[in-house]
C-alpha cells in the first residue's frame, strides 16, 4: 500500500541531527507493509492527483491552517477531494487541524496557552500518552467528525470521519529527545511554568507505538477500533 506524505513543515534549522518529518512518520510506520512517498507540500511540491497514492497522511508545521498561503488553500482543496474519493487520510497536530478546517471546522491559536511534552488523553475510553506540541486546536470540530480522543485542555483532540479520515492533535512520531530539542530551540515562546512541568516527563514511557499500530490499521481496514492486522 502507498501511502503519500504531504510534509507542512520542516524540523527546526537548530536540530540538524533530527530525522525530516516526512522520514519519522515512515520510521513510526515501519514494518507495515506500507511505501511510502513524500511531496514538500509547504514548498509547493504537490502529487498531480488524489489517486496518485492509496492513503494520505499530513504532517505536523510550525504554520497556522488559518494563515492565507497558496499551499494551505491548495492542501484543503486535496482534502476534500480525497474525502468525495473516499481514499484514507491521517493527519497529526498542523495535519489534523487542517482536516478539520477543510470539511467545515473551526481553528484558533487556544487563549488557554501550549500543550507540550508527555499528555495523558482519553481516547476510546483508555488513557493513551503521547507528546504534545501546539497552541492551535481544534475548537470546532465538522460536522462529519466524531471526537475519539480529547482531555481538558483539547476537547477535540481526535477526530474519526466515518471510515475515510482519522486525526489527533499530539505527535506519536516524536520522541523525547525531539521534544527536549524543540523546548531547547523553541521554548522561549511557552510559559517557563509549563515548560518545567514537560521537563519533568522527559522520558517517561508513551504509547507512540499503540498509535502507529492504529494508524497503520486505518489505513488498511478504515477502522481504529479494529484488532488484528
Not at 161 to 185: K, N
Not at 214 to 229: K, L, P, V
Amino acid at each position: 500500500m502507498k501511502i503519500g506524505i504531504l510534509t507542512t513543515g520542516h524540523k527546526p534549522e537548530a536540530l540538524p541531527e533530527f530525522k525530516t518529518y516526512s522520514d519519522m512518520f515512515a520510521e513510526l510506520l515501519a514494518g507495515q507493509n506500507f511505501e511510502f512517498v513524500n511531496y514538500d507540500v509547504v514548498d509547493g511540491v504537490f502529487p498531480d492527483h488524489v489517486n496518485d497514492a492509496d492513503g494520505w497522511l499530513i504532517t505536523g508545521s510550525k504554520h497556522g491552517a488559518y494563515e492565507d498561503l497558496p499551499w494551505i488553500a491548495r492542501l484543503e482543496d486535496l482534502i476534500r477531494a480525497a474525502y468525495d474519493a473516499a481514499i484514507p487520510v491521517v493527519g497529526i497536530c498542523f495535519g489534523h487541524q487542517i482536516m478539520a478546517q477543510a470539511l467545515g471546522g473551526r481553528v484558533e491559536k487556544f487563549d488557554g496557552g501550549w500543550a507540550l511534552g508527555r499528555t495523558e488523553y482519553d481516547f476510546l475510553g483508555e488513557t493513551l500518552r503521547l507528546h504534545a506540541w501546539h497552541q492551535d486546536q481544534v475548537v470546532t470540530a465538522p460536522d462529519a467528525a466524531r471526537v475519539v480522543g480529547r482531555n481538558d485542555f483539547c476537547e477535540n483532540a481526535a477526530l474519526v470521519y466515518g471510515d475515510r479520515m482519522f486525526s489527533l492533535q499530539a505527535h506519536p512520531e516524536y520522541g523525547a529527545d525531539f521534544i527536549d530539542g524543540l523546548m531547547r530551540t523553541r521554548g522561549k515562546v511557552v510559559a517557563q511554568d509549563r515548560l518545567e512541568a514537560a521537563r519533568e516527563t522527559l522520558g517517561q514511557p508513551v504509547d507512540n507505538a499503540r498509535l502507529a499500530e492504529q494508524i497503520g490499521r486505518f489505513f488498511r481496514h478504515r477502522d481504529i477500533s479494529r484488532t488484528g492486522a
